[in-house]
């Protein structure tokens, strides 16, 4: 029911949006029309992740997944770029991140690996347009869905610092699925770089 209501809402709020000219109304309808993309996506990511596969063919995948893992492991580990491994199930948990994404997000490995997505990489709460759950959570399906990489937009995604106030951060995103011999997707690869430099710089 939550997800029809998220849906309608979203229907409505771009009708309206496409709809007025008055920019007291467009800004209010950006930002309801930003938290109900938001709300789907984070339910979407809940019940079913990225990936359609019946949730009895993903178990019978985890012994390939741990063989595959093994296989890239020392690669993921030792790249200067930042990357994160996803399971792309229900929750859309994290399997692990690399040196390099730690020192991106200041986080570390112990604090995530285990734990939802979003619950550890939420929109800011003080910027009523954040739409950077909704938009990674659309570039995770597009990737689970077609069994090929995604490049993103360029996507302001504001972190946490160690302190726990959110600084502004813009990235340049790249998802990819990992696949087993029979073309099984069994995790995601989130592969980001910070252009907040580039994307900040006075023109």
Same mark, same amino acid.
């Given at each position: 029911?939550?997800? +029809?209501?998220?849906?309608?809402?979203?229907?409505?709020?771009?009708?309206?949006?496409?709809?007025?000219?008055?920019?007291? /109304?467009?800004?209010? /309808?950006?930002?309801?029309? #930003?938290?109900?993309?938001?709300?789907?996506?984070?339910?979407?990511?809940?019940?079913?992740? #990225?990936?359609?596969?019946?949730?009895?063919?993903?178990? !019978?995948?985890?012994? *390939?997944?741990?063989?595959?893992?093994?296989?890239?492991?020392?690669?993921?580990?030792g790249?200067?770029?930042p990357?994160?491994?996803?399971?792309?199930?229900?929750?859309?948990?994290?399997? *692990?991140?690399?040196?390099?994404? #730690? #020192?991106?997000?200041?986080?570390?490995?112990?604090?995530?690996?285990? !734990?939802?997505l +979003?619950?550890?990489?939420? *929109?800011?709460? *003080?910027?009523?347009?954040?739409?950077?759950?909704s938009?990674?959570?659309?570039?995770?399906?597009?990737?689970?869905?077609?069994?090929?990489?995604?490049?993103?937009?360029?996507?302001?995604?504001?972190?946490?610092?160690?302190?726990?106030?959110?600084?502004?951060?813009?990235?340049?995103?790249?998802?990819?699925?990992?696949?087993?011999?029979?073309?099984?997707?069994? +995790?995601?690869?989130?592969h980001?770089?910070?252009?907040?430099?580039?994307?900040?710089?006075?023109?």
């Amino acid at each position: 029911m939550r997800q +029809f209501v998220c849906e309608q809402n979203i229907v409505h709020f771009e009708r309206l949006l496409n709809e007025t000219t008055d920019p007291t /109304v467009q800004s209010t /309808v950006r930002a309801l029309l #930003a938290s109900a993309k938001r709300q789907l996506a984070l339910l979407n990511s809940a019940a079913s992740g #990225a990936d359609s596969t019946p949730l009895e063919h993903r178990r !019978r995948q985890h012994i *390939d997944a741990a063989m595959i893992r093994r296989q890239f492991q020392p690669e993921f580990d030792g790249s200067p770029h930042p990357y994160m491994l996803l399971d792309p199930g229900p929750g859309l948990s994290i399997v *692990d991140i690399n040196d390099a994404y #730690a #020192a991106a997000t200041f986080i570390s490995r112990t604090d995530v690996v285990g !734990r939802s997505l +979003f619950d550890m990489f939420p *929109d800011n709460p *003080d910027d009523p347009l954040a739409d950077g759950v909704s938009n990674l959570y659309s570039s995770l399906r597009i990737v689970g869905e077609t069994g090929r990489a995604h490049a993103m937009a360029i996507q302001r995604y504001d972190i946490r610092d160690p302190g726990g106030t959110f600084v502004e951060r813009h990235w340049q995103p790249i998802n990819s699925p990992i696949h087993d011999a029979n073309g099984h997707l069994v +995790f995601l690869l989130h592969h980001v770089e910070d252009v907040t430099a580039q994307a900040t710089a006075p023109r």
